[in-house]
Protein backbone atom coordinates (compact mmCIF):
# COMPACT_ATOMS: atom_id res chain seq x y z
CA UNK A 1 0.00 0.00 0.00
CA UNK A 2 1.25 3.84 -1.30
CA UNK A 3 1.36 6.35 1.59
CA UNK A 4 0.13 9.82 0.28
CA UNK A 5 1.13 12.80 2.56
CA UNK A 6 -1.73 15.28 1.69
CA UNK A 7 -0.56 19.15 2.27
CA UNK A 8 -3.76 21.34 3.53
CA UNK A 9 -5.56 17.92 4.41
CA UNK A 10 -8.74 19.56 5.70
CA UNK A 11 -9.08 22.02 3.26
CA UNK A 12 -12.12 22.18 0.45
CA UNK A 13 -10.04 20.33 -2.09
CA UNK A 14 -7.26 18.63 0.86
CA UNK A 15 -10.52 17.28 2.43
CA UNK A 16 -11.87 15.95 -0.73
CA UNK A 17 -8.42 14.51 -1.46
CA UNK A 18 -8.12 12.59 1.40
CA UNK A 19 -11.42 10.99 1.04
CA UNK A 20 -10.72 9.97 -2.35
CA UNK A 21 -7.62 8.36 -2.33
CA UNK A 22 -8.17 6.34 0.93
CA UNK A 23 -11.14 4.97 -0.81
CA UNK A 24 -8.97 4.35 -3.58
CA UNK A 25 -6.96 2.43 -1.30
CA UNK A 26 -3.64 4.25 -0.09
CA UNK A 27 -2.67 4.98 3.16
CA UNK A 28 -3.41 9.00 3.82
CA UNK A 29 -1.68 11.03 6.59
CA UNK A 30 -2.84 14.95 6.43
CA UNK A 31 -0.54 17.74 7.06
CA UNK A 32 -2.20 21.01 8.73
CA UNK A 33 -1.50 23.63 11.15
CA UNK A 34 -5.00 23.45 13.22
CA UNK A 35 -5.34 20.53 15.88
CA UNK A 36 -9.44 21.77 16.04
CA UNK A 37 -9.52 21.22 12.38
CA UNK A 38 -7.97 18.16 11.59
CA UNK A 39 -10.93 16.63 14.60
CA UNK A 40 -13.44 17.41 11.47
CA UNK A 41 -11.43 14.49 9.75
CA UNK A 42 -11.10 11.68 12.68
CA UNK A 43 -10.24 8.93 11.07
CA UNK A 44 -7.25 9.49 9.43
CA UNK A 45 -3.59 10.08 10.84
CA UNK A 46 -2.29 14.07 11.04
CA UNK A 47 0.60 16.15 11.65
CA UNK A 48 -0.39 19.33 13.39
CA UNK A 49 2.41 21.28 11.63
CA UNK A 50 2.86 24.66 9.77
CA UNK A 51 4.54 23.87 6.55
CA UNK A 52 6.15 27.52 6.59
CA UNK A 53 7.90 26.75 9.55
CA UNK A 54 9.42 23.29 8.60
CA UNK A 55 13.08 23.41 7.75
CA UNK A 56 14.59 21.01 5.46
CA UNK A 57 15.21 18.14 8.13
CA UNK A 58 11.87 18.49 9.45
CA UNK A 59 10.49 17.87 5.95
CA UNK A 60 13.17 15.08 5.66
CA UNK A 61 11.29 13.40 8.46
CA UNK A 62 7.65 14.40 7.48
CA UNK A 63 8.63 12.39 3.91
CA UNK A 64 10.00 9.18 5.58
CA UNK A 65 7.96 6.38 4.27
CA UNK A 66 5.77 9.02 1.91
CA UNK A 67 5.49 7.83 -1.59
CA UNK A 68 3.65 11.06 -2.76
CA UNK A 69 2.77 14.21 -1.90
CA UNK A 70 -0.45 15.81 -2.71
CA UNK A 71 0.20 20.02 -2.22
CA UNK A 72 -3.49 21.21 -1.42
CA UNK A 73 -2.25 23.72 0.85
CA UNK A 74 -2.73 27.59 -0.05
CA UNK A 75 -4.10 31.07 0.98
CA UNK A 76 -5.83 33.64 -1.05
CA UNK A 77 -4.26 37.09 0.24
CA UNK A 78 -1.48 37.76 3.11
CA UNK A 79 -3.23 38.78 6.35
CA UNK A 80 -3.39 37.37 10.00
CA UNK A 81 -1.51 34.42 9.67
CA UNK A 82 -0.86 33.62 6.11
CA UNK A 83 1.59 34.83 4.21
CA UNK A 84 1.46 33.98 0.12
CA UNK A 85 5.19 33.88 -1.06
CA UNK A 86 5.78 31.68 2.29
CA UNK A 87 2.91 29.77 1.65
CA UNK A 88 3.51 29.02 -2.37
CA UNK A 89 6.82 29.53 -2.56
CA UNK A 90 9.31 29.32 0.20
CA UNK A 91 7.75 26.49 1.60
CA UNK A 92 7.89 24.51 -2.06
CA UNK A 93 11.39 25.66 -1.96
CA UNK A 94 12.04 24.12 1.11
CA UNK A 95 9.82 20.59 0.42
CA UNK A 96 11.55 20.05 -2.86
CA UNK A 97 15.26 20.88 -1.21
CA UNK A 98 13.79 17.67 0.58
CA UNK A 99 12.63 15.84 -2.16
CA UNK A 100 16.06 15.47 -3.85
CA UNK A 101 16.53 12.46 -1.37
CA UNK A 102 13.48 10.99 -1.87
CA UNK A 103 11.30 9.16 -5.21
CA UNK A 104 8.33 10.46 -4.16
CA UNK A 105 5.96 12.00 -6.52
CA UNK A 106 4.70 15.40 -6.19
CA UNK A 107 1.19 16.64 -7.31
CA UNK A 108 1.04 20.23 -7.07
CA UNK A 109 -2.56 21.64 -6.97
CA UNK A 110 -2.96 24.99 -8.45
CA UNK A 111 -5.35 27.11 -9.99
CA UNK A 112 -6.84 27.99 -13.79
CA UNK A 113 -5.18 31.07 -15.12
CA UNK A 114 -2.52 31.54 -12.72
CA UNK A 115 0.75 33.45 -14.46
CA UNK A 116 3.75 35.71 -13.76
CA UNK A 117 2.44 38.42 -14.60
CA UNK A 118 -0.42 38.01 -13.52
CA UNK A 119 -2.97 41.40 -11.29
CA UNK A 120 -2.90 39.52 -7.95
CA UNK A 121 -0.03 38.06 -6.02
CA UNK A 122 -2.21 34.49 -5.56
CA UNK A 123 -1.93 34.31 -8.76
CA UNK A 124 2.15 35.50 -9.24
CA UNK A 125 3.09 33.24 -6.22
CA UNK A 126 1.30 30.05 -7.29
CA UNK A 127 3.00 30.38 -10.56
CA UNK A 128 6.19 30.57 -9.06
CA UNK A 129 5.75 27.93 -6.70
CA UNK A 130 4.29 25.89 -10.06
CA UNK A 131 7.75 26.77 -11.48
CA UNK A 132 9.72 25.54 -9.27
CA UNK A 133 8.03 22.13 -9.45
CA UNK A 134 8.40 22.38 -12.85
CA UNK A 135 12.22 23.12 -12.36
CA UNK A 136 13.30 21.13 -9.47
CA UNK A 137 10.88 17.46 -8.93
CA UNK A 138 11.79 14.41 -10.16
CA UNK A 139 8.39 13.24 -10.89
CA UNK A 140 5.40 16.07 -10.98
CA UNK A 141 2.26 16.98 -11.87
CA UNK A 142 0.54 20.32 -11.63
CA UNK A 143 -3.58 20.34 -11.34
CA UNK A 144 -5.18 23.73 -12.08
CA UNK A 145 -8.95 23.68 -11.30
CA UNK A 146 -11.25 26.42 -11.79
CA UNK A 147 -13.62 27.82 -9.12
CA UNK A 148 -14.04 24.70 -7.18
CA UNK A 149 -17.50 24.06 -6.10
CA UNK A 150 -18.56 21.56 -3.54
CA UNK A 151 -21.19 20.53 -0.53
CA UNK A 152 -19.29 22.57 1.45
CA UNK A 153 -18.30 26.69 0.79
CA UNK A 154 -15.55 28.41 1.75
CA UNK A 155 -14.18 31.90 0.06
CA UNK A 156 -15.55 33.00 -2.90
CA UNK A 157 -18.01 29.84 -2.99
CA UNK A 158 -19.29 30.85 0.06
CA UNK A 159 -19.65 34.43 -0.73
CA UNK A 160 -21.55 33.29 -4.27
CA UNK A 161 -24.19 31.33 -1.80
CA UNK A 162 -24.68 34.54 0.24
CA UNK A 163 -24.87 36.68 -2.70
CA UNK A 164 -27.58 34.30 -4.49
CA UNK A 165 -29.58 34.15 -0.86
CA UNK A 166 -30.68 37.50 -0.32
CA UNK A 167 -34.26 38.25 0.38
CA UNK A 168 -35.91 39.23 -2.99
CA UNK A 169 -32.85 40.79 -4.30
CA UNK A 170 -30.17 39.67 -6.41
CA UNK A 171 -27.12 42.12 -6.64
CA UNK A 172 -25.22 42.45 -10.35
CA UNK A 173 -21.82 42.57 -9.86
CA UNK A 174 -18.73 42.02 -12.33
CA UNK A 175 -21.08 41.63 -15.13
CA UNK A 176 -18.17 41.04 -17.39
CA UNK A 177 -16.75 38.05 -15.88
CA UNK A 178 -16.37 34.73 -16.85
CA UNK A 179 -16.34 31.89 -14.73
CA UNK A 180 -15.77 28.05 -15.31
CA UNK A 181 -16.33 25.70 -12.57
CA UNK A 182 -15.35 21.99 -11.51
CA UNK A 183 -17.18 19.76 -9.08
CA UNK A 184 -14.47 18.83 -6.52
CA UNK A 185 -14.68 15.53 -6.74
CA UNK A 186 -13.65 15.82 -10.36
CA UNK A 187 -10.39 17.55 -8.78
CA UNK A 188 -10.38 14.64 -6.07
CA UNK A 189 -10.42 12.12 -9.13
CA UNK A 190 -7.76 13.95 -10.80
CA UNK A 191 -5.41 13.36 -8.18
CA UNK A 192 -6.37 10.13 -7.70
CA UNK A 193 -5.43 9.62 -11.40
CA UNK A 194 -2.42 11.27 -11.13
CA UNK A 195 -1.16 9.39 -7.39
CA UNK A 196 -1.71 5.87 -9.34
CA UNK A 197 -0.03 7.00 -13.07
CA UNK A 198 -2.54 7.55 -14.95
CA UNK A 199 -1.89 10.98 -15.61
CA UNK A 200 2.18 11.20 -17.35
CA UNK A 201 4.40 13.00 -15.01
CA UNK A 202 6.18 16.20 -16.59
CA UNK A 203 2.19 17.03 -17.18
CA UNK A 204 0.08 20.45 -16.75
CA UNK A 205 -3.59 19.49 -16.22
CA UNK A 206 -6.72 22.73 -16.43
CA UNK A 207 -9.77 20.91 -14.65
CA UNK A 208 -12.76 23.17 -15.84
CA UNK A 209 -16.26 22.72 -17.27
CA UNK A 210 -16.46 23.07 -20.94
CA UNK A 211 -18.47 26.08 -20.71
CA UNK A 212 -18.10 29.58 -19.01
CA UNK A 213 -20.85 31.35 -17.31
CA UNK A 214 -20.88 35.38 -16.41
CA UNK A 215 -21.00 36.27 -12.93
CA UNK A 216 -24.28 37.45 -12.63
CA UNK A 217 -25.63 34.24 -14.56
CA UNK A 218 -23.82 31.75 -12.17
CA UNK A 219 -25.59 33.82 -9.16
CA UNK A 220 -28.78 33.20 -10.86
CA UNK A 221 -27.96 29.20 -10.97
CA UNK A 222 -27.27 29.42 -7.54
CA UNK A 223 -30.22 31.19 -6.67
CA UNK A 224 -32.15 28.50 -8.32
CA UNK A 225 -30.23 25.50 -6.75
CA UNK A 226 -30.58 26.88 -3.67
CA UNK A 227 -34.73 26.61 -4.01
CA UNK A 228 -34.91 30.46 -3.33
CA UNK A 229 -37.71 32.09 -5.21
CA UNK A 230 -36.42 34.48 -8.62
CA UNK A 231 -35.39 38.07 -7.49
CA UNK A 232 -38.11 40.87 -8.13
CA UNK A 233 -35.04 43.70 -7.70
CA UNK A 234 -31.73 43.33 -9.10
CA UNK A 235 -29.66 46.38 -8.90
CA UNK A 236 -25.85 47.09 -10.03
CA UNK A 237 -23.40 47.34 -7.36
CA UNK A 238 -21.22 50.60 -8.59
CA UNK A 239 -17.62 49.34 -8.89
CA UNK A 240 -16.53 52.34 -5.89
CA UNK A 241 -18.29 50.15 -3.32
CA UNK A 242 -16.67 46.73 -4.31
CA UNK A 243 -13.45 48.71 -3.91
CA UNK A 244 -14.48 50.09 -0.68
CA UNK A 245 -15.73 46.43 0.53
CA UNK A 246 -12.44 45.02 -0.11
CA UNK A 247 -10.70 47.53 1.19
CA UNK A 248 -12.49 46.75 4.24
CA UNK A 249 -12.29 43.19 3.88
CA UNK A 250 -8.13 43.67 3.77
CA UNK A 251 -8.08 45.50 6.51
CA UNK A 252 -10.17 42.84 8.57
CA UNK A 253 -7.60 40.39 7.10
CA UNK A 254 -4.91 41.60 9.49
CA UNK A 255 -7.08 40.72 12.52
CA UNK A 256 -7.51 37.13 10.99
CA UNK A 257 -10.88 37.34 9.39
CA UNK A 258 -10.23 35.50 6.13
CA UNK A 259 -13.60 37.72 3.73
CA UNK A 260 -14.12 36.69 0.04
CA UNK A 261 -14.17 39.75 -0.45
CA UNK A 262 -10.99 40.82 0.17
CA UNK A 263 -8.73 42.79 -3.07
CA UNK A 264 -7.72 40.09 -4.28
CA UNK A 265 -10.66 37.51 -4.83
CA UNK A 266 -12.85 40.18 -6.44
CA UNK A 267 -9.58 41.02 -8.96
CA UNK A 268 -9.80 37.35 -9.48
CA UNK A 269 -13.70 37.34 -10.60
CA UNK A 270 -13.08 39.98 -12.42
CA UNK A 271 -10.46 38.86 -14.35
CA UNK A 272 -12.25 35.42 -15.08
CA UNK A 273 -11.35 32.18 -13.69
CA UNK A 274 -10.96 29.98 -16.55
CA UNK A 275 -8.91 27.06 -18.11
CA UNK A 276 -6.07 27.95 -20.54
CA UNK A 277 -6.64 25.98 -23.72
CA UNK A 278 -3.13 25.64 -24.33
CA UNK A 279 -3.00 23.30 -21.50
CA UNK A 280 -4.01 19.49 -21.43
CA UNK A 281 -7.25 18.81 -19.79
CA UNK A 282 -9.31 16.31 -18.21
CA UNK A 283 -13.27 16.01 -19.17
CA UNK A 284 -15.27 17.64 -16.26
CA UNK A 285 -19.14 17.93 -15.55
CA UNK A 286 -20.82 20.88 -16.11
CA UNK A 287 -22.31 23.29 -13.75
CA UNK A 288 -26.09 21.74 -14.22
CA UNK A 289 -24.72 18.58 -13.46
CA UNK A 290 -22.36 19.46 -10.62
CA UNK A 291 -25.61 21.26 -8.96
CA UNK A 292 -28.07 18.33 -9.44
CA UNK A 293 -24.92 16.26 -7.89
CA UNK A 294 -24.97 18.06 -4.62
CA UNK A 295 -28.46 19.15 -4.55
CA UNK A 296 -28.69 21.65 -1.76
CA UNK A 297 -30.74 20.87 1.30
CA UNK A 298 -32.35 23.76 3.92
CA UNK A 299 -28.69 23.32 5.69
CA UNK A 300 -27.54 25.49 2.49
CA UNK A 301 -30.15 28.10 2.26
CA UNK A 302 -29.45 28.48 6.61
CA UNK A 303 -25.77 29.17 5.87
CA UNK A 304 -26.22 31.22 2.57
CA UNK A 305 -28.41 33.65 4.89
CA UNK A 306 -25.99 33.53 7.63
CA UNK A 307 -23.11 34.25 5.84
CA UNK A 308 -23.92 37.43 5.44
CA UNK A 309 -25.68 38.28 8.76
CA UNK A 310 -22.66 36.70 11.18
CA UNK A 311 -20.43 40.16 9.72
CA UNK A 312 -23.31 42.54 10.85
CA UNK A 313 -24.11 40.81 14.48
CA UNK A 314 -20.60 40.83 15.14
CA UNK A 315 -20.07 44.64 14.32
CA UNK A 316 -23.17 45.12 16.27
CA UNK A 317 -21.57 43.01 19.21
CA UNK A 318 -18.01 45.16 19.02
CA UNK A 319 -20.04 48.61 18.86
CA UNK A 320 -22.79 47.62 21.67
CA UNK A 321 -19.52 46.66 24.12
CA UNK A 322 -17.22 48.93 23.34
CA UNK A 323 -20.13 52.06 23.64
CA UNK A 324 -21.19 50.52 26.74
CA UNK A 325 -17.75 50.57 28.25
CA UNK A 326 -16.52 53.85 26.91
CA UNK A 327 -20.04 55.65 28.24
CA UNK A 328 -19.65 53.66 31.77
CA UNK A 329 -15.84 55.20 32.13
CA UNK A 330 -17.10 58.56 31.08
CA UNK A 331 -19.97 58.66 33.13
CA UNK A 332 -18.27 56.52 36.02
CA UNK A 333 -20.45 58.88 39.16
CA UNK A 334 -23.50 58.48 37.48
CA UNK A 335 -22.96 55.03 36.68
CA UNK A 336 -22.18 54.45 40.74
CA UNK A 337 -25.38 57.05 41.26
CA UNK A 338 -27.42 54.13 39.35
CA UNK A 339 -26.70 51.43 41.86
CA UNK A 340 -28.41 53.65 44.47
CA UNK A 341 -29.21 51.95 47.65
CA UNK A 342 -27.21 48.69 46.79
CA UNK A 343 -25.77 46.60 49.36
CA UNK A 344 -22.23 47.48 48.34
CA UNK A 345 -19.70 49.78 49.70
CA UNK A 346 -18.30 52.83 48.27
CA UNK A 347 -15.22 51.42 46.93
CA UNK A 348 -17.19 48.45 45.82
CA UNK A 349 -19.72 50.10 43.63
CA UNK A 350 -17.10 52.30 41.71
CA UNK A 351 -14.94 48.81 41.21
CA UNK A 352 -17.92 47.68 39.90
CA UNK A 353 -18.66 50.31 37.55
CA UNK A 354 -14.95 50.33 36.61
CA UNK A 355 -14.50 46.89 36.25
CA UNK A 356 -17.19 46.36 34.23
CA UNK A 357 -16.80 49.16 31.59
CA UNK A 358 -12.84 48.02 31.69
CA UNK A 359 -14.49 44.01 30.91
CA UNK A 360 -17.01 45.69 28.42
CA UNK A 361 -13.96 47.47 26.23
CA UNK A 362 -12.07 44.12 26.29
CA UNK A 363 -14.93 42.16 24.40
CA UNK A 364 -15.26 44.80 22.60
CA UNK A 365 -12.07 44.54 21.19
CA UNK A 366 -11.54 41.02 21.48
CA UNK A 367 -14.47 39.99 19.33
CA UNK A 368 -12.91 41.84 16.33
CA UNK A 369 -9.73 39.59 16.75
CA UNK A 370 -10.30 36.38 14.90
CA UNK A 371 -9.06 34.02 17.15
CA UNK A 372 -10.39 35.44 20.19
CA UNK A 373 -13.57 36.19 18.69
CA UNK A 374 -15.28 32.94 19.91
CA UNK A 375 -14.06 32.99 23.42
CA UNK A 376 -15.13 36.86 23.27
CA UNK A 377 -18.64 36.02 22.36
CA UNK A 378 -18.72 33.25 24.88
CA UNK A 379 -17.54 35.70 27.50
CA UNK A 380 -20.35 38.57 26.59
CA UNK A 381 -22.30 35.89 27.55
CA UNK A 382 -20.97 34.83 30.77
CA UNK A 383 -20.40 38.30 31.80
CA UNK A 384 -24.40 39.24 30.51
CA UNK A 385 -25.04 36.35 33.30
CA UNK A 386 -22.82 37.84 35.92
CA UNK A 387 -24.79 41.33 34.92
CA UNK A 388 -27.99 39.97 35.65
CA UNK A 389 -27.24 37.93 38.87
CA UNK A 390 -25.71 41.25 40.20
CA UNK A 391 -28.97 43.00 39.43
CA UNK A 392 -30.94 40.42 41.16
CA UNK A 393 -29.33 40.16 44.37
CA UNK A 394 -28.26 44.20 44.61
CA UNK A 395 -30.40 46.12 42.34
CA UNK A 396 -33.92 44.25 41.73
CA UNK A 397 -35.25 47.90 41.26
CA UNK A 398 -33.86 47.75 38.23
CA UNK A 399 -35.86 45.00 36.88
CA UNK A 400 -38.58 47.52 37.06
CA UNK A 401 -37.56 50.53 35.74
CA UNK A 402 -39.52 51.56 32.42
CA UNK A 403 -36.55 51.88 30.21
CA UNK A 404 -35.72 47.84 30.87
CA UNK A 405 -31.80 48.29 31.15
CA UNK A 406 -31.82 44.80 32.47
CA UNK A 407 -34.13 43.25 30.35
CA UNK A 408 -32.30 44.47 27.15
CA UNK A 409 -29.48 42.49 28.28
CA UNK A 410 -30.77 39.25 27.53
CA UNK A 411 -31.44 39.86 23.63
CA UNK A 412 -27.64 41.24 23.58
CA UNK A 413 -26.74 37.84 25.55
CA UNK A 414 -28.72 35.54 22.86
CA UNK A 415 -27.32 37.37 20.14
CA UNK A 416 -23.47 37.04 21.34
CA UNK A 417 -24.46 33.37 21.75
CA UNK A 418 -25.72 33.04 18.50
CA UNK A 419 -22.11 34.04 16.75
CA UNK A 420 -20.18 31.97 19.46
CA UNK A 421 -22.21 29.11 18.02
CA UNK A 422 -22.20 29.71 14.42
CA UNK A 423 -18.37 30.56 14.36
CA UNK A 424 -16.00 27.71 13.36
CA UNK A 425 -12.22 27.46 12.39
CA UNK A 426 -11.84 25.35 9.41
Known amino acids: ?154 GGTALLRAASALPGVMPHILPNAQIQTVHVDDVAAAVVSAATGKIAPGTVIDLAEPESHSFPDLCTKIRSWLGIPPARFRFRVPQFVLGASGKVADGLGHLGWRSPLRTTALTALADGVRADPGHQSIPCRSLDDTLAAIPATRQDRMFARMFLALPFAIGVLALFWLISGVIGLARAPQAVAVLGDADLGYFSKHLSVIGGSVADIALGLAILWRPWSRRAALGMVVLSLVYLGG ?36
Request: aromatic share 6%.
Open 1 to 154: MKTVLVLGGYGLIGSACMRALAMAGFEVIGVGRSQAATETLAPYRWIVRNITDLSIDDWIKVLSGVDIVVNASGALQSGGKDNLTAIHVAAIDTLLDAMQSSNAKLVQISAAGVTSTASTAFFRTKARGDALVRARAKDWVILRPALVLSSEAY
Open 391 to 426: SILHTPALWADPLGPMIKVIPGATLALIVALTLENR
